[in-house]
């Protein structure tokens, strides 16, 4: 069964890689098994019959609600193919990185990747918990034993921030699945058929979104994302922000939104206004930043902002929009990682006052990292253009001066990074020794990103069509209650 080798595959190999420690060939068994499961993710999305799926359905503690239910509609198949492409990238960042003990880390990788499947594919509460909480586990290793400076105690802040949102979710599931019948169930199907009161809704969505709302994060939830972000290794922010703050959004979707819809109707418009001033704040400070790499953390912030404001827009444009660019976020953050690894690599420093006229040393990879600007500007034509027009236009179908603010951090995202582009590759040159341009390894890392973010930016259709149906049956719940 395909699914069932996107969950052991990754398993499997991060095992071995602990148990025999390959040193030297521990980066290309892990590219082997990521290019293997992404083979399988695109096998999965070209046989989809564009209904729900379910793979495997078996009891395993039937007395509180917890069975091995795995499966898949348009949004989790989505979640799936994200996770599957981006991690060859993941991994392929490492190749450069000088990391000690190589196996681990990659083990770690693999460990996050295949718990990130079973979340996306988990078909029952319960389980999905476990596979939220197991993603987290090899992530804090890399963060406490790789990241840089301050770690330990950064480390933490974002263990008590995931503790805190954890047992939330764990309270207001468990919660849920009392309200079942006898014998309760936490399959997502019986979730989704409760019909509790409104007072209940009204506080229950707090229990449920609080974990979601630190996952992404947003504001004011935000605090331990720059600092982490920063901190931990190339390869470590790159899950962070690439594929695990997706769990966040897609949570929202399988839980808050189906279970507690009045609640969602009460509250989402302080929701989408938090979402957007902290979008526009994070869009503020990343200006103000003087690191290349914190400044990428404000700016993914900011773009997080906008994916849960026009979630919470709550009609077509805005979720499948905010969906959509999910996984234009994924390409651009790691595109853009990579670019502040390679600058660092050739320059010895993050800081943006120390550098300058680098195009003229290295006039490919200054090249590279502006066809990557071009999808973080969200230009016509890039992927990013696509899912910020249709979340603008889901908001503005809810309300015109939401999606007037939420605009404006186009204009704030094009002011922070073409002056990161500035400040790193043209204005006088800052005097450096002979710096190496863009190698071979380069290219094969970043023109499929940019082939990608290209390609879906003309041609958005496939995934849109993936999304059509799973989307417009959500959205029936809550036009029914307006």
């Known amino acids: 069964m395909l699914l069932a080798a996107l969950l052991l595959l990754p398993f499997a190999t ?61 949004i989790a198949l989505l979640m799936l193919v994200l996770t599957g492409l981006i991690f060859p990238f993941i991994i392929g960042a490492g190749f450069k990185q000088q990391l000690d003990r190589p196996a681990t880390v990659n083990a770690l990788l693999l460990y996050a990747q295949s718990f990130l499947f079973g979340v996306f594919a988990a078909q029952n509460a319960f389980l999905f918990y476990i596979f939220y909480e197991l993603a987290l586990v090899p992530v804090f290793f890399l963060l406490l034993f790789w990241g840089g400076e301050h770690r330990r105690s950064i480390t933490v802040r974002f263990f008590l921030y995931t503790l805190l949102g954890g047992l939330s979710l764990l309270f207001g599931l468990a919660w849920c699945v009392l309200q079942t019948p006898a014998p309760y169930s936490a399959d997502f199907t019986a979730l989704h058929a409760l019909r509790l009161g409104t007072d209940v809704q009204l506080w229950l969505f707090w229990a449920l979104f609080l974990a979601f709302a630190i996952k992404l994060p947003i504001f004011p939830f935000h605090s331990w994302q720059p600092d982490t972000y920063t901190m931990a290794p190339l390869q470590g922010t790159m899950v962070l922000g690439g594929v695990m703050l997706k769990m966040g959004l897609y949570g929202i979707l399988r839980f808050v939104m189906p279970i507690v819809p009045e609640g969602v109707l009460f509250w989402r418009d302080l929701v989408i206004w938090l979402s957007i001033g902290g979008a526009l704040y994070a869009g503020a400070i990343a200006f103000r930043q003087r690191e290349l790499k914190r400044l990428v953390a404000w700016s993914s912030l900011s773009h997080v902002g ?167 049956q959500m959205l029936n719940t809550l036009t029914a209650l307006n």
Request: glycine residues 10%; aromatic residues 8%.
């Open 306 to 472: 906008l994916l849960c404001a026009g979630l919470f827009a709550w009609n077509s444009y805005g979720v499948s929009g905010a969906l959509y660019q999910a996984l234009a976020h994924a390409v651009l953050l790691v595109g853009l990682l990579y670019i502040v690894g390679a600058v660092t690599a050739r320059t010895g420093t993050g800081d943006l006052g120390a550098m300058g006229g680098l195009k003229l040393r290295t006039p490919r990879l200054a090249a590279l990292f502006l066809l990557v600007l071009v999808n973080a500007v969200a230009l016509p034509l890039t992927q990013s253009f696509v899912g910020e027009w249709l979340m603008f236009n889901g908001l503005w179908q809810h309300n015109g001066w939401m999606a007037f603010a939420a605009a404006c951090t186009i204009v704030l995202g094009a002011i922070y990074m073409l002056w990161a582009y500035q400040r790193v590759m043209l204005g006088p040159d800052s005097g450096r020794p002979a710096l190496a341009d863009a190698d071979r390894d380069d290219h094969l890392y970043l023109v499929p990103l940019i082939a990608v973010s290209l390609v879906l930016g003309v041609y958005p259709g496939p995934v849109l069509d993936l999304l059509e149906a799973p989307v417009q």
């Open 14 to 74: 991060a095992t071995l890689l602990l148990v025999a420690r390959p040193e030297a060939q521990a980066r290309m068994l892990a590219m082997a098994s990521t290019l293997v499961t992404a083979v399988v993710v695109l096998l999965l999305w070209a046989g989809h019959p564009g209904t729900a799926v379910t793979v495997v359905d078996r009891d395993w503690a039937p007395a509180i609600g917890l069975r091995l239910v795995l499966g898949y509609d348009g």
